[in-house]
């Protein structure tokens, strides 16, 4: 009988191999878990723009990529169609993240889009880097170098003596004899690319002098300004190049690894007498790889449930626990340590795609009652102040600091029960105002635009941050209370009113969430700039304010000049605000008022005292715009164009934005004047009229990317742009120049065209007033620009007389270009020129109007009268006079 036998130590691989090959399955299965969870979400949009869906995140924890295709996702167990959605084949990569939206008001569907480029290294990161006297070991270029003895440096890199360019973050040495400098310089990054199969190539942004031999992992990749051959430690570069210079650079993805790459790069001087040199450089690693965006058609409670993941087979493979409270509106639920299960916190601000701690904060606001509060009220004193902190209940740590740092942070002082002396600061002479906050490409683009250190110092407030925490616990603390202290000489001789605007330094300045810098829109753009001339979109603050995910928290005081404390002092939301002017260097704010997300409804003072508003949604701290610099009048900037020709027309039967100059400062640093200025929008209308905010429509005309007009709704019902084009396309076969044509469409509020499809007319002598003043300011950044117009969308004049009579009327809106042209310049002419008559032209409704004679003669005596009264030259000269005072003792000072 012959037995078999089995080859053993074959059976023994085969079955290694089997159990390998099982437990990577299921490592890969295991390591998908849910990250985070929106549970009422009104902030992030989705791939249409809506905030309404909630959303949850998954993140690959594990060293291997996972193919998602079949798994389910959704909020029951075991998993039900109808409460959760299936996922589509696309494979998240190690550390990756997918963002699936619970949308249960929309059918499940997935759509596919362009995956974001990768910022292989960012603006502002640390490279090292060495400065020898002589040349390094020949390896310094490999991957397997070891660099940890060369210091550490954040770019840009570099040294200049001259009084230019003094953006230099890390400064290097160059040797003890000025005349002989090192003519070489050597610097190494190590940035990490998870799949090298998807990156197209890597683009160099770099701003280097003089020359430069770039290596990617070992290997030569570019030269610039160098000579062929050998390139020697002693070897200078071929050209001079000036430090405020940029290049790009396309890299072949050829020589990138899966895992840590490294960039190095050697600089080397024209001459060794050089008095700069500058290394300043980012990578951006060009994506093609389609990501979905899925949409699952189930929602989630508000209060919070049970989320539920599943592989393939629809087995669990994590249930992400309900949170034990709701969590709130715009906050998300998610575990404390990003792939890791079992402990989950509550994080105010929502970090979809993005590691859960990118805003984390340390503690959790619990303590609702227990908000320090200090014994002298923050204000102005000519003398130092002693304060001390307490809480309603006694035994809690109250950490604080004073110099507008968060209090959250471990490096915060522990108040230790005496009073803390606030006393006054020495003027600054460095710190926030020392940041650039547009890029150097700018300065050639508009001229008058470039960012410039302060001359000197400036003053300084201090900033009194304080929160309390559980001191038995140690992970619960109470809402923070803030305030700011001028104290000293220095403030006593105040002339305008002082807003003072506390926040994190991140939400303003940081890198990648700052809104007020380029930041990482700017580093990551493979163009840069790009070649729009305000770098539109390639900044962070150029991303729009209706994204929610660009607005930041801010506490918001404001003192009189007869008051020495706050008339009010809140928590409220800052965006950016503006067109191309976000570029300049100092910046308008767009503060807003949400109940839901900061507390604060409204912000309920009379902000304008000459105006009967006694509260306000929404207001701007304005930079004064294209004024801000004079951009074809020599660069005479005069901080007050806009405002003042809005006050010299208040009495007009159009719409205007009050105004009042204010010296603003952020985080105790003075930050110049700024114009204080309503908001248009419909919290504008409501305000102003007493209208519903929420039943008002209001659009605008602009200019798309093609240059061609087009009409855009910027708020009310979907359809009301529409509405308005069937306006227009009515006068278009029912010409303005017969009577009755022009009666219906002035007196009508209501009406019908041919298809009994309902049109509202319009105010005539609101619309007469208004390009009555658009043309005597001779403003030609309108009305392709800057034409803004709103009606009542259902009628309300029972409540709110004929402003609520659904006529569509026009409201001034940036006037801070008028008058460049010069006196000379004919308006009528300019209103019938290219892109002015066409149907959805602004100029074709102006042109129909003066067609019929009645409203010619009636616009004609209009002009003459206002020619008489308002427009006389003494009475505006004393206005434009009463403006420039105001701001004159402070006039100095913010131009320094």
Same mark, same amino acid.
């Given at each position: 009988?012959?037995i078999?036998?089995?080859n053993?130590?074959?059976h ?13 399955c299921?490592s890969?299965?295991?390591? @998908? ?5 929106c ?9 249409t723009g ?5 959303w ?6 594990g060293?291997?990529?996972?193919n ?5 996702l ?36 997935t759509v ?8 292989a290294?960012?603006a ?7 400065t020898p ?8 270029k490999d ?5 940890t003895a ?9 040294y200049?003596?001259?009084t230019?360019?003094m953006?230099?973050?890390t ?12 003519p ?7 940035f990490k ?8 190539g890597?683009?160099v ?11 990617l ?13 050998a390139?020697a ?5 071929t050209?001079?190049?000036p430090?405020?210079?940029w290049?790009?650079?396309?890299l ?11 960039l190095?790069?050697?600089t080397?001087?024209a001459?060794t007498?050089?008095v ?11 994506v093609e790889e389609q990501?979905?965006i ?5 929602? @989630? ?5 049970n989320?539920?993941?599943?592989d393939?087979?629809l087995?669990?493979?994590?249930k992400?626990d ?6 709130g509106?715009n906050?998300? %639920?998610?575990?404390a ?12 601000r ?6 859960n701690?990118?805003y984390?904060?340390k ?17 102005? %004193?000519?003398a130092? $102040?002693?304060?001390v ?9 109250i950490?604080?600091? @004073?110099?507008?740092?968060d ?7 522990v ?9 006054a600061e020495a003027?600054a002479?460095s710190?926030?105002?020392w ?9 050639g ?24 925490v ?7 603390c ?5 305030g700011?202290y ?8 105040r002339?305008?009113p002082?807003?003072s ?8 300045f940081?890198f990648?969430?700052?809104i ?6 700017y ?9 729009n001339?305000?770098?539109k ?7 729009d304010?209706?994204d929610?995910?660009?607005?930041r ?17 809140h928590t409220?939301?800052?965006a950016?605000?503006?067109?191309g ?8 704010l767009y ?6 997300t ?17 509260s306000?949604?929404r207001?701007l ?6 004024d801000? %610099?004079?951009?074809m ?12 020709l809005h006050r010299?027309?208040? #009495?007009l ?5 009050a105004?009042?100059p ?10 110049g ?7 248009f ?6 305000t102003?009229?007493?209208l ?23 708020d ?6 529409e509405?308005?084009e069937?306006?227009i396309d009515w006068i278009q076969? #029912?010409?303005?120049?017969q ?35 658009e043309t ?6 309108w009305p392709?620009n800057n034409?803004?117009?709103w009606?009542?969308h ?7 007389g004929?402003?609520g009579?659904?006529?569509?009327r ?7 270009v ?5 006196v ?5 002419t300019?209103?019938s ?11 074709f409704?102006?042109? $129909?109007?003066?067609a019929?004679? #009645? ?13 008489n009264t308002?427009?006389?030259?003494e009475?505006?000269?004393a ?9 004159a003792p ?5 131009f320094?």
């Amino acid at each position: 009988m012959n037995i078999p036998t089995t080859n053993t130590s074959r059976h023994n691989r085969l079955l290694s191999l089997t159990v390998f090959a099982l437990a990577m399955c299921m490592s890969a299965r295991g390591a @998908l878990v849910v990250n985070e969870v929106c549970y009422d979400n009104s902030m992030v949009p989705d791939d249409t723009g809506d905030t309404s869906s909630d959303w949850i995140e998954l993140y690959n924890t594990g060293p291997a990529a996972v193919n998602i295709l079949n798994y389910g996702l959704g909020d029951a167990n075991p998993y039900d169609d109808n409460k959760g959605v299936r996922l589509p084949n696309y494979t998240i990569p190690p550390g990756g993240f997918l963002v699936v939206f619970a949308s249960s008001d929309l059918p499940e569907y997935t759509v596919w889009t362009n995956a974001p480029d990768i910022a292989a290294i960012p603006a502002n990161s640390a490279w090292r880097y060495n400065t020898p006297a002589s040349a390094p070991p020949s390896t310094w270029k490999d991957s397997t170098f070891d660099d940890t003895a060369w210091a550490s440096g954040i770019t840009p890199l570099g040294y200049n003596d001259a009084t230019l360019n003094m953006d230099c973050a890390t400064i290097l040495p160059y040797g003890s004899n000025p005349a002989n400098r090192y003519p070489t310089a050597y610097f190494r990054k190590t940035f990490k690319i998870v799949n090298p199969s998807v990156v197209t190539g890597l683009v160099v942004r770099a701003r280097i002098n003089d020359g430069m031999v770039l290596y990617l992992n070992g290997v030569e990749q570019k030269r610039i300004y160098m000579p062929d051959g050998a390139i020697a430690y002693s070897t200078l570069a071929t050209v001079s190049v000036p430090p405020t210079f940029w290049t790009n650079i396309l890299l072949s993805a050829s020589g990138l690894v899966a895992g840590d790459n490294v960039l190095a790069v050697e600089t080397h001087q024209a001459a060794t007498d050089s008095v700069d040199l500058i290394m300043d450089m980012t990578v951006t690693a060009l994506v093609e790889e389609q990501v979905p965006i899925v949409h699952g058609q189930f929602g @989630l409670k508000k209060t919070g449930e049970n989320v539920h993941l599943f592989d393939a087979g629809l087995t669990r493979i994590h249930k992400f626990d309900s949170p034990s409270s709701e969590p709130g509106e715009n906050k998300t %639920y998610g575990l404390a340590v990003d792939g890791v299960t079992g402990v989950c916190k509550i994080y105010d601000r929502p970090t979809p795609g993005l590691p859960n701690a990118t805003y984390a904060q340390k503690y959790s606001v619990a303590l609702y009652s227990e908000t320090p509060t200090f014994s002298v009220a923050p204000g102005f %004193y000519a003398a130092n $102040q002693s304060v001390v902190l307490s809480t309603p209940t006694a035994g809690h740590k109250i950490y604080y600091t @004073l110099d507008g740092s968060d209090p959250w942070d471990s490096s915060t002082y522990v108040f230790s029960g005496a009073a803390i002396l606030i006393a006054a600061e020495a003027p600054a002479t460095s710190g926030l105002a020392w940041l650039r906050t547009n890029p150097i490409e700018i300065d050639g683009r508009v001229p008058g635009t470039a960012w410039l250190p302060p001359i000197g110092s400036i003053p300084k407030a201090v900033v009194l941050r304080a929160i309390a925490v559980d001191s038995m616990t140690g992970t619960t603390c109470s809402p923070e209370t803030r305030g700011t202290y001028f104290i000293g000489p220095s403030f006593t001789a105040r002339t305008l009113p002082t807003v003072s605007l506390i926040t994190d330094t991140n939400n303003l300045f940081g890198f990648t969430s700052g809104i007020y810098v380029p930041g990482k829109y700017y580093a990551d753009s493979p163009t840069g700039y790009g070649s729009n001339k305000w770098g539109k979109p390639n900044a962070n603050y150029h991303q729009d304010a209706d994204d929610l995910t660009w607005e930041r928290p801010v506490q918001v005081e404001l003192f009189e000049t007869a008051q020495n404390t706050a008339a009010f002092s809140h928590t409220i939301g800052m965006a950016m605000h503006g067109g191309g002017t976000r570029a300049i260097p100092q910046k308008t704010l767009y503060l807003i008022s949400r109940l839901g997300t900061y507390g604060t409804s409204y912000i309920d003072y009379p902000l304008f005292p000459d105006e009967s508003g006694t509260s306000y949604k929404r207001f701007l701290l304005r930079n004064s715009g294209n004024d801000w %610099y004079g951009p074809m009048s020599g660069g005479i900037a005069t901080m007050l164009k806009d405002a003042v020709l809005h006050r010299i027309v208040k #009495n007009l039967n159009t719409s205007v934005m009050a105004y009042r100059p204010v010296a603003a400062y952020i985080n105790g640093e003075y930050w110049g004047i700024h114009n204080l200025r309503e908001s248009f929008d419909k919290h504008y209308l409501a305000t102003r009229y007493g209208l519903d905010a929420d039943n008002m429509d209001i659009l605008m005309h602009e200019e798309d990317a093609d240059d061609k007009v087009q009409i855009t709704r910027i708020d009310g019902d979907k359809n009301s742009d529409e509405e308005y084009e069937e306006l227009i396309d009515w006068i278009q076969e #029912n010409p303005l120049s017969q009577d009755a044509n022009y009666q219906r469409v002035q007196t009508a509020t209501v009406f019908t065209n041919a298809l009994d499809i309902v049109i509202t007319g319009i105010d005539a002598t609101n619309h007469a007033d208004y390009i009555i003043a658009e043309t005597f300011f001779a403003n030609t950044d309108w009305p392709i620009n800057n034409c803004d117009f709103w009606r009542a969308h259902t009628n309300q004049t029972a409540t709110c007389g004929a402003f609520g009579d659904t006529r569509w009327r026009w409201m001034l809106y940036d006037l801070d270009v008028a008058g460049e042209k010069g006196v000379e310049f004919d308006m009528f002419t300019y209103l019938s020129s290219n892109k002015m008559t066409g149907g959805r032209e602004p100029g074709f409704l102006i042109n $129909q109007l003066w067609a019929n004679s #009645n409203f010619r003669n009636y616009f004609v005596m209009r002009y003459a009268n206002l020619l008489n009264t308002t427009f006389r030259p003494e009475r505006m000269a004393a206005i434009i006079a009463d403006a420039a005072d105001m701001i004159a003792p402070e006039i100095e000072r913010h131009f320094r």
